[in-house]
């Protein structure tokens, strides 16, 4: 035990600012996120097509849920599109509204 | 005069798989024949084959995709839905209004990164 608690001091003493580092990099906080590029914007796309399913189908979950932008990096004015394609290619029975589990 | 106003349009159609090929050529051309009644006409067909549905569709577990792409008369889209819900064998539909016509239904994929 007492060997624990010397060596817990030891490293909270000396090596703060080195284990914070990798994580928020830098003076940011330890919580910021690398912010993601949007792959619709880097490819210029100028509309997103409810057939092109290989596409549509990296963002939708396993259960054919659509994915929220904060976890794939879409932008804002991509997403409503994309919604939009997902929703005309379900309608045609080309996506599942519920997936299989 | 406004209803000379022509558009141009995608339209989907699902076929039910259980026809036999002749019956499903004869649901094919009646929508043809109904486009074409109204004074559209039609640019091209995409036949893209059997698929299986991600539901069942009345009952059927796969269907029969065919895509066409055809001018029309502004006016004439209504009647032309009034007549596809009488169809039987038409599974489902979909008309949208489009640019332009697309001579292949190969896409490139956009790639998420990491």
Not at chain 1, 44 to 73: H, S, V, W
Not at chain 2, 56 to 73: M, N, Q, R, S, V
Request: with cysteine.
């Amino acid at each position: 035990m007492q060997q624990q608690y010397s060596r817990s001091s030891h490293s909270t003493s000396s090596s703060t600012q080195e284990q914070r580092e990798p994580r928020g990099g830098g003076d940011s906080s330890p919580f910021a996120k690398k912010k993601k590029a949007c792959p619709f914007t880097a490819a210029k796309a100028k509309k997103i097509d409810y057939k092109d399913l290989e596409t549509l189908r990296q963002f939708i979950t396993e259960r054919g849920k659509i994915m929220p932008r904060r976890i794939t990096g879409v932008s804002y004015f991509y997403q409503k599109i994309l919604k939009k394609a997902i929703k005309q290619a379900r309608y045609m029975a080309l996506l599942p509204f519920v997936g299989e589990e | 005069m406004s209803q000379k106003r022509e558009g141009l349009y995608e339209g989907m159609y699902i076929l039910s798989a259980t026809l036999s090929n002749e019956s499903r050529k004869k649901a094919l051309d009646k929508i043809t024949d109904g486009i074409a009644e109204k004074g559209g006409e039609v640019k091209k067909i995409h036949d893209q084959g059997r698929r299986k549905l991600c539901y069942e569709i009345k009952g059927k577990k796969e269907g029969h995709y065919y895509l066409l792409y055809f001018t029309a008369p502004t006016r004439s889209i209504i009647e032309l839905w009034k007549e596809y819900h009488l169809h039987e064998d038409l599974l489902r539909f979909v008309t949208m209004k489009t640019e332009e016509v697309l001579e292949s239904l190969e896409f490139n994929p956009i790639k998420v990164q990491g």
